[in-house]
Protein backbone atom coordinates (compact mmCIF):
# COMPACT_ATOMS: atom_id res chain seq x y z
CA UNK A 1 0.00 0.00 0.00
CA UNK A 2 1.57 3.30 -0.63
CA UNK A 3 -0.11 6.61 0.68
CA UNK A 4 0.42 9.76 -0.88
CA UNK A 5 0.06 12.78 1.38
CA UNK A 6 -0.70 16.51 0.89
CA UNK A 7 0.46 19.50 3.66
CA UNK A 8 -2.35 21.51 4.56
CA UNK A 9 -1.93 25.24 2.96
CA UNK A 10 0.31 27.23 4.99
CA UNK A 11 -0.56 31.25 4.99
CA UNK A 12 0.08 34.74 6.20
CA UNK A 13 -3.03 36.48 7.98
CA UNK A 14 -2.02 39.09 5.92
CA UNK A 15 -3.21 37.87 2.79
CA UNK A 16 -5.98 38.60 0.67
CA UNK A 17 -7.66 35.43 0.34
CA UNK A 18 -6.63 31.63 0.68
CA UNK A 19 -4.85 29.95 -2.17
CA UNK A 20 -6.24 26.43 -1.84
CA UNK A 21 -6.20 24.22 -5.02
CA UNK A 22 -6.79 20.94 -6.01
CA UNK A 23 -3.21 18.77 -5.98
CA UNK A 24 -2.99 18.55 -9.82
CA UNK A 25 1.11 17.25 -9.52
CA UNK A 26 -0.24 14.57 -6.20
CA UNK A 27 -3.36 13.27 -8.52
CA UNK A 28 -0.46 12.51 -11.54
CA UNK A 29 1.61 10.24 -9.53
CA UNK A 30 -1.24 8.59 -7.88
CA UNK A 31 -1.91 7.22 -11.56
CA UNK A 32 1.72 6.51 -12.51
CA UNK A 33 1.62 4.68 -9.78
CA UNK A 34 -2.00 2.56 -10.13
CA UNK A 35 -1.12 2.10 -13.84
CA UNK A 36 1.97 0.47 -12.75
CA UNK A 37 -0.22 -1.81 -10.71
CA UNK A 38 0.39 -0.46 -7.04
CA UNK A 39 -2.54 -0.11 -4.27
CA UNK A 40 -2.27 3.60 -3.80
CA UNK A 41 -4.35 6.16 -1.79
CA UNK A 42 -3.53 9.90 -1.29
CA UNK A 43 -4.74 12.27 2.38
CA UNK A 44 -5.47 15.48 0.77
CA UNK A 45 -4.67 17.45 4.39
CA UNK A 46 -6.25 20.60 2.96
CA UNK A 47 -9.05 19.64 0.59
CA UNK A 48 -10.32 17.08 3.27
CA UNK A 49 -10.66 19.80 6.01
CA UNK A 50 -10.86 22.73 4.20
CA UNK A 51 -12.78 25.83 5.79
CA UNK A 52 -10.90 24.53 9.18
CA UNK A 53 -8.40 26.96 10.07
CA UNK A 54 -5.41 26.91 12.83
CA UNK A 55 -3.18 29.35 14.18
CA UNK A 56 0.72 27.35 13.81
CA UNK A 57 2.24 28.96 16.31
CA UNK A 58 4.61 31.04 14.92
CA UNK A 59 4.14 35.15 14.64
CA UNK A 60 1.44 35.30 11.90
CA UNK A 61 0.90 31.73 10.24
CA UNK A 62 -1.96 30.44 9.85
CA UNK A 63 -2.88 26.83 8.18
CA UNK A 64 -6.23 25.40 6.87
CA UNK A 65 -6.93 21.64 6.46
CA UNK A 66 -6.08 18.92 9.14
CA UNK A 67 -4.41 19.04 11.90
CA UNK A 68 -1.17 16.60 12.10
CA UNK A 69 -2.71 14.59 14.48
CA UNK A 70 -5.72 14.33 12.27
CA UNK A 71 -3.37 13.28 8.98
CA UNK A 72 -1.94 10.27 11.05
CA UNK A 73 -5.62 9.02 11.88
CA UNK A 74 -6.51 8.73 8.16
CA UNK A 75 -3.11 7.06 7.07
CA UNK A 76 -3.88 3.12 6.47
CA UNK A 77 -1.59 1.15 8.91
CA UNK A 78 -0.54 -1.02 6.12
CA UNK A 79 1.19 1.89 4.46
CA UNK A 80 4.26 0.75 3.10
CA UNK A 81 5.24 3.54 1.54
CA UNK A 82 4.18 7.22 2.32
CA UNK A 83 5.28 10.00 0.28
CA UNK A 84 5.13 13.29 1.28
CA UNK A 85 4.32 16.28 -1.33
CA UNK A 86 5.25 19.91 -0.55
CA UNK A 87 5.41 22.13 -3.41
CA UNK A 88 6.34 25.71 -1.52
CA UNK A 89 9.27 26.14 0.68
CA UNK A 90 6.90 28.30 3.07
CA UNK A 91 5.20 24.91 3.51
CA UNK A 92 8.62 23.36 5.48
CA UNK A 93 8.35 23.92 8.64
CA UNK A 94 5.18 22.28 8.48
CA UNK A 95 5.80 19.82 6.18
CA UNK A 96 9.28 18.72 8.32
CA UNK A 97 6.28 18.39 11.33
CA UNK A 98 4.61 16.17 9.50
CA UNK A 99 7.31 13.99 7.78
CA UNK A 100 8.84 13.73 11.75
CA UNK A 101 4.77 12.74 13.06
CA UNK A 102 4.54 10.44 10.70
CA UNK A 103 7.90 8.43 11.29
CA UNK A 104 7.25 8.18 14.40
CA UNK A 105 3.70 6.58 13.97
CA UNK A 106 5.11 4.55 10.85
CA UNK A 107 8.66 3.85 11.64
CA UNK A 108 8.52 0.84 9.89
CA UNK A 109 6.84 2.77 6.49
CA UNK A 110 9.20 4.01 3.88
CA UNK A 111 9.25 8.06 3.76
CA UNK A 112 9.61 9.76 0.37
CA UNK A 113 9.41 13.48 -0.01
CA UNK A 114 8.91 15.65 -3.49
CA UNK A 115 8.05 18.91 -4.87
CA UNK A 116 10.12 21.92 -5.55
CA UNK A 117 11.32 22.86 -2.07
CA UNK A 118 12.68 19.25 -1.89
CA UNK A 119 14.21 19.24 -5.19
CA UNK A 120 15.84 22.62 -4.59
CA UNK A 121 16.93 21.92 -0.91
CA UNK A 122 17.48 18.28 -1.12
CA UNK A 123 20.49 17.89 1.29
CA UNK A 124 19.20 20.61 3.27
CA UNK A 125 16.24 18.18 4.25
CA UNK A 126 16.96 15.07 4.61
CA UNK A 127 19.94 16.38 6.82
CA UNK A 128 17.21 18.40 9.19
CA UNK A 129 14.69 15.91 8.80
CA UNK A 130 15.88 12.52 9.22
CA UNK A 131 12.39 11.14 8.77
CA UNK A 132 12.44 11.30 5.22
CA UNK A 133 13.92 8.27 3.28
CA UNK A 134 14.27 9.82 -0.12
CA UNK A 135 13.66 12.33 -1.87
CA UNK A 136 12.54 12.36 -5.43
CA UNK A 137 14.45 15.03 -7.46
CA UNK A 138 12.25 16.75 -10.06
CA UNK A 139 9.43 15.57 -12.35
CA UNK A 140 8.28 12.78 -10.15
CA UNK A 141 5.96 10.06 -12.54
CA UNK A 142 8.60 7.79 -13.27
CA UNK A 143 11.14 8.38 -10.39
CA UNK A 144 8.61 7.24 -7.57
CA UNK A 145 7.65 4.71 -9.88
CA UNK A 146 11.30 3.40 -10.36
CA UNK A 147 12.37 4.35 -6.97
CA UNK A 148 9.65 1.92 -5.50
CA UNK A 149 10.03 -0.69 -8.05
CA UNK A 150 13.74 -1.51 -6.83
CA UNK A 151 12.84 -1.14 -3.04
CA UNK A 152 10.43 -3.87 -3.75
CA UNK A 153 12.83 -6.17 -5.41
CA UNK A 154 15.57 -4.92 -2.31
CA UNK A 155 17.91 -3.43 -5.49
CA UNK A 156 20.08 -0.24 -4.68
CA UNK A 157 18.24 2.61 -4.87
CA UNK A 158 21.30 3.79 -6.90
CA UNK A 159 19.66 2.02 -9.63
CA UNK A 160 17.25 4.69 -9.93
CA UNK A 161 17.74 8.49 -11.47
CA UNK A 162 17.20 11.48 -10.48
CA UNK A 163 16.63 10.49 -6.52
CA UNK A 164 18.53 11.61 -3.30
CA UNK A 165 18.72 9.74 0.03
CA UNK A 166 21.41 9.85 2.86
CA UNK A 167 24.60 6.88 2.20
CA UNK A 168 25.83 4.85 4.70
CA UNK A 169 28.41 7.39 5.33
CA UNK A 170 26.06 9.29 6.66
CA UNK A 171 25.97 11.87 3.78
CA UNK A 172 23.42 12.88 1.15
CA UNK A 173 23.87 10.52 -1.89
CA UNK A 174 22.63 12.11 -5.60
CA UNK A 175 21.57 9.70 -8.41
CA UNK A 176 22.57 10.50 -11.86
CA UNK A 177 20.30 12.68 -13.13
CA UNK A 178 16.66 11.63 -14.62
CA UNK A 179 15.88 13.02 -18.08
CA UNK A 180 12.47 14.61 -18.81
CA UNK A 181 9.55 12.80 -19.85
CA UNK A 182 8.98 13.65 -23.32
CA UNK A 183 6.02 11.97 -24.29
CA UNK A 184 3.45 13.92 -22.51
CA UNK A 185 0.58 12.41 -23.69
CA UNK A 186 1.59 9.02 -22.05
CA UNK A 187 1.50 10.23 -18.88
CA UNK A 188 -1.80 8.65 -17.28
CA UNK A 189 -4.45 11.46 -16.42
CA UNK A 190 -4.47 12.57 -12.88
CA UNK A 191 -6.54 10.19 -10.50
CA UNK A 192 -8.79 12.27 -9.46
CA UNK A 193 -11.30 9.71 -7.64
CA UNK A 194 -8.69 9.40 -5.07
CA UNK A 195 -8.94 13.66 -4.22
CA UNK A 196 -12.16 15.44 -2.49
CA UNK A 197 -12.77 17.37 -5.67
CA UNK A 198 -16.26 17.83 -5.20
CA UNK A 199 -15.02 19.92 -2.28
CA UNK A 200 -13.34 22.23 -4.65
CA UNK A 201 -15.67 22.24 -7.11
CA UNK A 202 -18.86 23.04 -5.19
CA UNK A 203 -16.87 25.49 -2.85
CA UNK A 204 -15.73 27.81 -5.84
CA UNK A 205 -11.68 26.54 -4.61
CA UNK A 206 -9.25 27.20 -7.54
CA UNK A 207 -6.78 29.02 -9.16
CA UNK A 208 -8.37 31.45 -11.02
CA UNK A 209 -11.43 33.40 -10.71
CA UNK A 210 -14.33 31.24 -9.33
CA UNK A 211 -17.06 31.42 -12.58
CA UNK A 212 -18.72 27.89 -11.86
CA UNK A 213 -17.52 24.19 -11.06
CA UNK A 214 -13.95 24.74 -11.91
CA UNK A 215 -11.19 21.73 -12.95
CA UNK A 216 -7.78 22.02 -13.04
CA UNK A 217 -6.06 20.92 -15.93
CA UNK A 218 -2.21 20.61 -18.05
CA UNK A 219 -2.08 21.07 -21.25
CA UNK A 220 2.27 22.08 -21.11
CA UNK A 221 5.14 21.07 -19.30
CA UNK A 222 7.98 23.52 -18.63
CA UNK A 223 9.14 27.24 -19.05
CA UNK A 224 11.37 27.83 -21.89
CA UNK A 225 12.67 30.96 -20.19
CA UNK A 226 15.01 31.88 -17.31
CA UNK A 227 13.93 34.10 -15.22
CA UNK A 228 16.27 34.62 -12.13
CA UNK A 229 13.52 34.82 -9.73
CA UNK A 230 11.94 32.13 -10.39
CA UNK A 231 12.37 28.23 -9.23
CA UNK A 232 10.81 26.34 -12.08
CA UNK A 233 14.54 26.48 -14.48
CA UNK A 234 15.84 24.16 -11.37
CA UNK A 235 13.04 21.92 -11.09
CA UNK A 236 11.47 21.50 -14.82
CA UNK A 237 14.73 22.76 -16.59
CA UNK A 238 13.65 25.20 -19.60
CA UNK A 239 12.55 22.84 -22.45
CA UNK A 240 8.49 23.68 -23.35
CA UNK A 241 6.81 20.74 -24.50
CA UNK A 242 3.31 20.64 -25.37
CA UNK A 243 0.28 17.78 -25.14
CA UNK A 244 -1.53 16.81 -28.12
CA UNK A 245 -4.31 19.70 -28.35
CA UNK A 246 -6.87 17.30 -28.87
CA UNK A 247 -6.21 15.32 -26.18
CA UNK A 248 -6.52 18.20 -23.96
CA UNK A 249 -9.98 18.32 -25.12
CA UNK A 250 -10.94 15.02 -24.57
CA UNK A 251 -9.56 15.26 -21.08
CA UNK A 252 -11.80 18.37 -20.51
CA UNK A 253 -14.82 16.93 -21.76
CA UNK A 254 -14.49 14.04 -19.86
CA UNK A 255 -14.86 16.48 -16.93
CA UNK A 256 -17.60 17.71 -18.00
CA UNK A 257 -19.47 14.33 -18.23
CA UNK A 258 -17.72 12.97 -14.81
CA UNK A 259 -17.54 16.28 -12.73
CA UNK A 260 -19.96 18.46 -14.37
CA UNK A 261 -17.30 20.98 -14.94
CA UNK A 262 -18.38 24.34 -16.14
CA UNK A 263 -14.93 26.14 -16.23
CA UNK A 264 -11.29 24.82 -16.56
CA UNK A 265 -8.01 26.75 -15.08
CA UNK A 266 -4.95 25.74 -16.78
CA UNK A 267 -2.02 25.72 -14.09
CA UNK A 268 0.86 25.27 -16.81
CA UNK A 269 4.19 27.11 -16.18
CA UNK A 270 3.99 29.21 -19.33
CA UNK A 271 0.67 27.96 -21.73
CA UNK A 272 0.81 30.48 -24.59
CA UNK A 273 4.70 29.51 -25.95
CA UNK A 274 3.84 28.52 -29.83
CA UNK A 275 1.09 30.24 -31.99
CA UNK A 276 0.47 27.69 -33.83
CA UNK A 277 -0.42 25.11 -31.04
CA UNK A 278 -2.77 27.84 -29.58
CA UNK A 279 -4.58 28.69 -32.20
CA UNK A 280 -5.19 24.44 -33.14
CA UNK A 281 -6.50 24.29 -29.91
CA UNK A 282 -8.87 26.97 -30.03
CA UNK A 283 -10.74 26.17 -33.09
CA UNK A 284 -10.64 22.44 -31.99
CA UNK A 285 -12.33 23.59 -28.94
CA UNK A 286 -14.58 25.52 -30.88
CA UNK A 287 -15.48 22.58 -32.87
CA UNK A 288 -16.32 20.35 -30.01
CA UNK A 289 -19.09 23.00 -28.70
CA UNK A 290 -19.02 22.44 -25.30
CA UNK A 291 -20.04 25.51 -23.97
CA UNK A 292 -17.55 26.11 -21.36
CA UNK A 293 -15.09 28.62 -20.04
CA UNK A 294 -11.63 28.68 -19.63
CA UNK A 295 -8.55 30.67 -17.82
CA UNK A 296 -5.13 31.12 -17.53
CA UNK A 297 -4.42 32.29 -13.88
CA UNK A 298 -0.44 31.64 -13.55
CA UNK A 299 0.59 34.25 -16.26
CA UNK A 300 2.10 33.48 -19.70
CA UNK A 301 4.23 35.71 -22.34
CA UNK A 302 2.69 37.87 -24.94
CA UNK A 303 5.12 37.60 -28.01
CA UNK A 304 1.97 34.78 -29.59
CA UNK A 305 -0.98 36.61 -28.10
CA UNK A 306 -1.95 39.08 -31.01
CA UNK A 307 -5.18 39.89 -32.39
CA UNK A 308 -6.08 36.81 -33.96
CA UNK A 309 -5.14 34.68 -31.04
CA UNK A 310 -6.97 37.03 -28.07
CA UNK A 311 -10.13 36.88 -30.51
CA UNK A 312 -10.31 33.03 -31.08
CA UNK A 313 -8.68 32.85 -27.01
CA UNK A 314 -12.57 34.56 -26.25
CA UNK A 315 -14.57 32.96 -28.74
CA UNK A 316 -12.65 29.48 -27.96
CA UNK A 317 -14.53 30.73 -23.69
CA UNK A 318 -10.79 32.01 -22.63
CA UNK A 319 -12.56 34.78 -20.25
CA UNK A 320 -9.74 35.29 -17.93
CA UNK A 321 -5.61 35.77 -18.58
CA UNK A 322 -3.13 36.81 -16.75
CA UNK A 323 0.37 38.61 -17.96
CA UNK A 324 3.41 38.75 -16.27
CA UNK A 325 5.49 41.48 -16.86
CA UNK A 326 6.71 41.46 -13.71
CA UNK A 327 8.79 44.80 -13.86
CA UNK A 328 8.24 48.36 -15.84
CA UNK A 329 11.85 49.21 -15.62
CA UNK A 330 13.73 47.82 -18.83
CA UNK A 331 17.04 47.77 -16.01
CA UNK A 332 14.94 45.42 -13.77
CA UNK A 333 13.95 42.94 -16.49
CA UNK A 334 17.17 42.64 -17.91
CA UNK A 335 18.34 42.23 -14.60
CA UNK A 336 16.20 39.18 -13.74
CA UNK A 337 16.64 37.84 -17.27
CA UNK A 338 13.11 38.57 -18.52
CA UNK A 339 13.49 38.91 -22.03
CA UNK A 340 10.43 40.79 -23.41
CA UNK A 341 9.07 44.07 -24.56
CA UNK A 342 6.85 46.36 -22.60
CA UNK A 343 5.14 47.96 -25.55
CA UNK A 344 4.85 44.97 -27.09
CA UNK A 345 3.30 43.44 -24.31
CA UNK A 346 0.84 46.19 -23.57
CA UNK A 347 -0.31 46.14 -27.65
CA UNK A 348 -1.13 42.45 -26.28
CA UNK A 349 -2.92 43.59 -23.43
CA UNK A 350 -4.86 45.92 -25.40
CA UNK A 351 -5.82 43.52 -28.05
CA UNK A 352 -7.13 41.13 -25.26
CA UNK A 353 -9.16 44.04 -23.62
CA UNK A 354 -10.62 45.04 -26.88
CA UNK A 355 -11.75 41.11 -27.37
CA UNK A 356 -13.47 41.31 -23.99
CA UNK A 357 -10.73 39.22 -21.87
CA UNK A 358 -10.54 39.78 -18.29
CA UNK A 359 -7.08 40.43 -18.29
CA UNK A 360 -4.54 40.84 -14.79
CA UNK A 361 -1.21 41.67 -14.63
CA UNK A 362 1.56 40.55 -11.97
CA UNK A 363 4.22 43.07 -10.80
CA UNK A 364 7.31 42.34 -8.60
CA UNK A 365 9.20 45.13 -6.82
CA UNK A 366 12.37 44.55 -4.54
CA UNK A 367 14.13 42.76 -6.21
CA UNK A 368 17.99 42.80 -5.18
CA UNK A 369 19.90 45.66 -7.00
CA UNK A 370 16.83 47.34 -7.61
CA UNK A 371 16.92 51.42 -7.32
CA UNK A 372 13.99 53.55 -6.24
CA UNK A 373 14.02 55.12 -9.87
CA UNK A 374 13.14 51.76 -11.14
CA UNK A 375 10.41 51.15 -9.31
CA UNK A 376 9.50 54.45 -10.60
CA UNK A 377 9.46 53.30 -13.96
CA UNK A 378 7.66 50.31 -12.78
CA UNK A 379 5.10 53.15 -11.69
CA UNK A 380 4.94 54.28 -14.64
CA UNK A 381 4.11 50.84 -16.47
CA UNK A 382 1.17 50.12 -14.21
CA UNK A 383 -0.44 53.68 -14.87
CA UNK A 384 -0.14 53.10 -18.40
CA UNK A 385 -1.77 49.60 -17.97
CA UNK A 386 -4.82 50.86 -15.93
CA UNK A 387 -5.11 53.85 -18.66
CA UNK A 388 -5.34 51.02 -21.60
CA UNK A 389 -7.80 49.10 -19.37
CA UNK A 390 -6.05 46.07 -17.46
CA UNK A 391 -8.66 44.97 -15.02
CA UNK A 392 -6.41 43.93 -11.85
CA UNK A 393 -3.04 44.29 -11.27
CA UNK A 394 -1.00 42.21 -8.55
CA UNK A 395 1.80 43.81 -7.02
CA UNK A 396 4.25 41.52 -4.99
CA UNK A 397 7.24 42.37 -3.09
CA UNK A 398 10.96 40.14 -4.10
CA UNK A 399 11.39 36.62 -2.04
CA UNK A 400 14.83 34.95 -1.79
CA UNK A 401 13.18 31.87 -3.02
CA UNK A 402 15.27 28.41 -3.59
CA UNK A 403 16.08 26.81 -6.51
CA UNK A 404 16.20 30.33 -8.32
CA UNK A 405 19.32 32.24 -9.71
CA UNK A 406 18.86 35.20 -7.21
CA UNK A 407 19.00 32.58 -4.05
CA UNK A 408 21.92 30.74 -5.38
CA UNK A 409 23.36 34.27 -6.04
CA UNK A 410 23.08 35.44 -2.44
CA UNK A 411 23.81 32.02 -0.93
CA UNK A 412 27.44 32.32 -2.34
CA UNK A 413 27.48 36.20 -1.44
CA UNK A 414 26.80 34.98 2.01
CA UNK A 415 23.82 37.68 1.81
CA UNK A 416 21.30 34.52 3.11
CA UNK A 417 20.17 34.32 6.93
CA UNK A 418 20.42 30.44 8.29
CA UNK A 419 18.06 28.20 7.12
CA UNK A 420 15.59 28.52 10.17
CA UNK A 421 12.13 28.25 10.44
CA UNK A 422 11.70 31.70 10.43
CA UNK A 423 13.26 31.64 7.40
CA UNK A 424 10.84 29.70 5.09
CA UNK A 425 7.72 31.69 6.71
CA UNK A 426 9.09 34.88 5.91
CA UNK A 427 8.72 33.75 2.16
CA UNK A 428 5.14 34.04 2.54
CA UNK A 429 6.10 38.21 2.91
CA UNK A 430 5.48 38.36 -0.73
CA UNK A 431 1.64 38.20 -0.70
CA UNK A 432 1.37 39.54 3.37
CA UNK A 433 -0.13 43.24 3.13
CA UNK A 434 1.01 43.64 6.90
CA UNK A 435 4.68 41.40 7.16
CA UNK A 436 7.17 42.58 4.33
CA UNK A 437 10.66 40.93 4.00
CA UNK A 438 13.00 43.08 1.55
CA UNK A 439 16.04 41.36 0.06
CA UNK A 440 17.13 45.16 -1.49
CA UNK A 441 20.53 46.75 0.10
CA UNK A 442 19.07 49.84 -1.29
CA UNK A 443 15.31 49.61 0.11
CA UNK A 444 14.41 48.90 3.72
CA UNK A 445 11.37 46.38 4.67
CA UNK A 446 8.97 49.28 5.88
CA UNK A 447 9.64 51.71 2.95
CA UNK A 448 9.05 48.37 0.61
CA UNK A 449 5.77 47.73 2.50
CA UNK A 450 4.36 51.16 1.79
CA UNK A 451 5.74 50.71 -1.89
CA UNK A 452 3.81 48.13 -2.59
CA UNK A 453 0.98 49.59 -1.26
CA UNK A 454 1.08 52.74 -3.22
CA UNK A 455 1.60 50.61 -6.47
CA UNK A 456 -1.68 48.74 -5.71
CA UNK A 457 -3.62 52.25 -5.11
CA UNK A 458 -2.00 53.84 -8.10
CA UNK A 459 -3.33 51.23 -10.34
CA UNK A 460 -6.67 50.94 -9.01
CA UNK A 461 -6.91 54.86 -8.47
CA UNK A 462 -6.10 55.40 -12.33
CA UNK A 463 -8.71 52.82 -13.55
CA UNK A 464 -11.43 53.64 -11.45
CA UNK A 465 -10.95 57.92 -12.04
CA UNK A 466 -10.87 56.48 -16.23
CA UNK A 467 -13.62 53.99 -15.79
CA UNK A 468 -16.00 54.75 -12.74
CA UNK A 469 -18.76 52.37 -14.16
CA UNK A 470 -15.89 49.70 -13.56
CA UNK A 471 -16.48 50.33 -10.08
CA UNK A 472 -20.12 50.06 -9.71
CA UNK A 473 -19.87 47.01 -11.95
CA UNK A 474 -17.34 45.20 -9.59
CA UNK A 475 -19.60 46.20 -6.56
CA UNK A 476 -22.65 44.51 -8.39
CA UNK A 477 -20.77 41.54 -9.07
CA UNK A 478 -19.46 41.14 -5.42
CA UNK A 479 -23.23 41.75 -4.16
CA UNK A 480 -24.68 39.23 -6.79
CA UNK A 481 -21.91 36.72 -5.75
CA UNK A 482 -20.74 36.67 -9.42
CA UNK A 483 -16.68 37.39 -9.36
CA UNK A 484 -15.71 38.43 -13.32
CA UNK A 485 -12.13 40.00 -11.84
CA UNK A 486 -10.00 38.59 -9.38
CA UNK A 487 -10.23 41.60 -7.48
CA UNK A 488 -14.04 40.44 -6.83
CA UNK A 489 -12.87 37.32 -6.12
CA UNK A 490 -11.14 38.44 -3.56
CA UNK A 491 -13.44 41.06 -1.89
CA UNK A 492 -16.51 38.16 -2.45
CA UNK A 493 -14.36 35.75 -0.31
CA UNK A 494 -13.38 37.97 2.22
CA UNK A 495 -16.98 39.71 2.99
CA UNK A 496 -19.17 36.51 2.62
CA UNK A 497 -17.31 33.09 3.20
CA UNK A 498 -17.89 32.16 6.46
CA UNK A 499 -14.42 31.27 8.32
CA UNK A 500 -14.22 29.19 11.26
CA UNK A 501 -12.15 30.46 14.67
CA UNK A 502 -8.76 29.75 14.54
CA UNK A 503 -7.59 27.00 17.21
CA UNK A 504 -4.10 26.56 17.78
CA UNK A 505 -1.43 23.54 16.32
CA UNK A 506 1.28 23.00 18.19
CA UNK A 507 4.15 22.19 16.05
CA UNK A 508 7.86 21.57 16.39
CA UNK A 509 7.10 18.44 18.94
CA UNK A 510 9.20 15.50 17.39
CA UNK A 511 12.90 16.46 16.44
CA UNK A 512 15.69 14.03 14.70
CA UNK A 513 16.70 12.97 17.90
CA UNK A 514 13.64 10.84 18.21
CA UNK A 515 13.96 9.30 14.49
CA UNK A 516 15.53 6.00 14.57
Not at 435 to 441: D, G, K, L, R, T
Request: charged letters at 25%.
Amino acid sequence: MITLVRVPNVFAAGALTLSVTPPIFLAYLAASLRRNGYEVGVVDSAGEAIEQVYYLGRKNLYANGLRIEEILEIIPEGSRYIGVSFPFSHEWPLAKEVCFSIKKRFPDSVLIAGGEHATAMSEFCLTSCKAIDYIILGEGEEAIVGLIDVLEKDCSPDEVAGIAYIGKSGEAVFTENRSRILEIDDIPEPAWDLIPIETYLSGGYSFGVNIGRTMPIIATRGCPFRCTFCSNPFMWETRWLARKAVKVIDEMEKYIREYNAENFDFYDLTFIVRKSWIVEFCHLLLDRKLNITWQLPSGTRSEALDAEVTGLLYESGCRNLSYAPESGSPKTLQRIKKKMDLDIMLESMKSSISNKINIKANIIIGFPGERLGNILETYKFIVRMAMVGVDDASVWTFSAYPGSEIFDNLERENKLPEFTDDYFSSLLSYSDLKNVISWNENISSWQLKYLRLFGLILFYFVSYLLRPLRFIRNIRNVIRHKPQSRLEMIVEKALFRHKKSPIKQDVGTVSNSEVK
